[in-house]
């Protein structure tokens, strides 16, 4: 199916791509394209305009600064698959296929929020930290704050993305995803991390309506026996996996997860 007409604008800044966000309420931004088009092509939305960030220099890259990795909202998959960013370049090697991880980016799948995508509980795992910028200023929100709900996340319109800020190091970590067969997104994926104080932070994506902190482990710590982490109560259910099945799945990601991470 095509989608609905749309003007294209190829912002030249960050300050240009927020102005123009800002004169046209119903405009989106467009960074990889590999769910927003598809998701115009089912008409499940129909922007009137399209501002194209993919390429703009000031979101590319991934930079050290003290004991913080900087990752730029339009970093590929692909680039992170070959960094040394803790955990989320075990992950990136795992979404989809070589073409989305070469045109997907980190920001957009952030911002997309897809309850299936694997970056969210990776990130709430790292307690990362989420830079977001808009004509009027910069604030920066935590993981915890940024995931609210399906496809639903604290950027508010006008606002764009910038930045992900990572601890730089970690004593270990670890993601496990049960993957759908045909598209690679998580019917369950568990991320781990044992961070540098000892601390343990643990989620899981894919099985709820959104990525949730798996917050029974993480009272458990590294001696974790993983057993009935989630209630299904709490889980989806579909034709290709129910909700106790999911439940069961989040309980041996997280067993795999936590042997390797501690
Ligand atoms: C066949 C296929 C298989 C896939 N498999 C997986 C998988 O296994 N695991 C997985 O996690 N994902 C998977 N994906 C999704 C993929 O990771 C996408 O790249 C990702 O979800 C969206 O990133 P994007 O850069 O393509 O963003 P886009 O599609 O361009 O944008 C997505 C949304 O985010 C908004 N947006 C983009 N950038 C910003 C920004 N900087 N600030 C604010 N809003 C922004 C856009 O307006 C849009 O609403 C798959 C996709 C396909 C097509």
Known sequence: MYTSEFTYHKASSVSDALAQLASNPDA???AGGHSLIPTM???LASPSALIDVSSLPELRGIRTEG????IGAMTTHRELEFSKVPLLSEVARLIGDPMVRNKGTIGGALA???PSADYPAAILALNAKIKIQSSSGARVVTADEFFQGMFTTALAPGEMLVEIHVPASVKGAAYEKFAHPASRYAVAGVAVVVHSDGSLRAAVTGAGDH???LTKLESEGVSSACKG?????DLMGDHFASAEYRAHLVDVMASKALARAK
């Open 28 to 30: 989106k931004l467009l």
């Open 67 to 70: 004991d913080t990795i900087i």
């Open 211 to 213: 990525a949730m902190r």
């Open 112 to 114: 997309h929020a897809d």
């Open 229 to 233: 982490l989630v209630s299904a109560s």
């Open 41 to 43: 092509k089912l008409r």
